[in-house]
């Protein structure tokens, strides 16, 4: 269960009311009627929307970064940049979403299912390798990241495509741990780091 209180949709103003037509259906209060057509509760929207500028912001990012035809980066590669960074933080519910989302691209299956072991696959060419390797070092170096990797990047992409993917990786960082710190969507888990009883 979600730490914070969802906002139904008459208590919402319209600009979120639009944004919850667009995620759920138009008119439905997702709150009375959770869920979305990926399965998910929708509590990732329904919370946000307590700010109505940081559920803006979410489906802004979603829509002009994630979704958008705009990028220097494909979708496919940007998804592999989410799923990847969404794995290392451990967000059940951003790794989840996004392999959906990665497989809408048409990414071959037995590729995306070796992104968890992807340092020891052999699936992958060297530009994926290099946005896996970027998005390891922003999520699981905590953006601390070497210079071969992003002369490695530099070789298969222009300099705005490597901002998109260090960009997208830090977003879906932070998306993945607040998930995970409000317990929100796959992600409303009880502590795991727990005394076990002796007896």
Sequence with gaps: ???LSPVARGDAPAHVQAIYDDVFSPGRDPVAEPGTATG?????????????????????????FVRSNARELTRSQRELVIVRAAFNIESKFEYSQHRKFLRATGYPENKAAEIPVWTTSTVF????????????????????????TYERLREHFPETAVLEAAYIAAQYVMFGLLCRSLRLEYDATPERCEEVSSS
């Design 1 to 3: 269960m979600a730490r």
């Design 40 to 64: 998910s509760a929708g509590d990732f929207w329904t919370v946000l929307a307590n700010v109505p500028e940081i559920i803006v912001h979410a489906r802004t990012f979603a829509n002009d």
């Design 125 to 148: 060419a060297p530009d994926e390798r290099a946005l896996l390797g970027l998005a390891d070092e922003i999520s699981l170096g905590r953006g601390r990241s070497q210079d071969a």
